[in-house]
């Protein structure tokens, strides 16, 4: 198979670029193992905006895919995303074969951004939650952009963030069927 059939195949319709390092990992641990279960990530009505493209999800998919696997040699299954008008507007549901993983909204008219420091709670005026890790995250207006920033907030686009909760999602699942098979 060559890098680019890999790659396309490493995210459904992929568009980001694979290292050969990570392309010769990947396809040793894909040998070794089953294939796993695919991910399908819903998006709502509205989710995207008519001037924001699937790309940049599609590329932030395909990293944060890299990063598990680098960091902790959890290979995390192919995902597939795809609009859901049957979705209330701004929601996005994650499920692996057919069981839900995670579900939730975006706010309209916002960025996110997250506080790095996970020992120290940001005050910063805006909606806040926290996230299956342990993150302070924010849903900050438009125009309060370059004071979240100063407020020492990091921006994350929808994709990481997406990625990111399919990848919690997935570990907390293999981990909890191995627990229960022991």
């Not at 890098?3 to 396809?27: D, E, I």
Request: neutral net charge; hydrophobic residues 40%.
């Amino acid at each position: 198979m060559d890098r680019r059939t890999f790659a396309k195949t490493l995210t459904g319709t992929a568009l980001a670029t694979v290292t050969p390092n990570f392309l010769s990992s990947t396809q040793a641990a894909f040998a070794k193992s089953p294939q796993p279960d695919h991910l399908l990530i819903e998006l709502g009505y509205r989710w995207l905006s008519p001037t924001e493209l699937l790309e940049p999800i599609l590329r932030s998919i395909a990293s944060v895919r890299q990063d598990f696997w680098h960091g902790s040699n959890f290979l995390l299954p192919t995902c597939r995303v795809r609009d859901n008008l049957d979705l209330e507007p701004f929601a996005y549901r994650i499920s692996q074969n057919g069981k839900l993983l995670q579900f939730g909204y975006k706010q309209p008219a916002t960025f996110l951004f997250v506080n790095p420091d996970r020992d120290q709670v940001s005050n910063f005026p805006a909606h806040e939650f926290f996230d299956d890790l342990g993150y302070q995250l924010f849903w900050v207006p438009n125009d309060q952009f370059e004071s979240a920033k100063a407020a020492g907030l990091n921006h994350i686009d929808y994709g990481t963030f997406l990625a990111v909760q399919a990848g919690v999602g997935c570990y907390r699942r293999q981990r909890d069927t191995e627990r229960s098979s022991v």
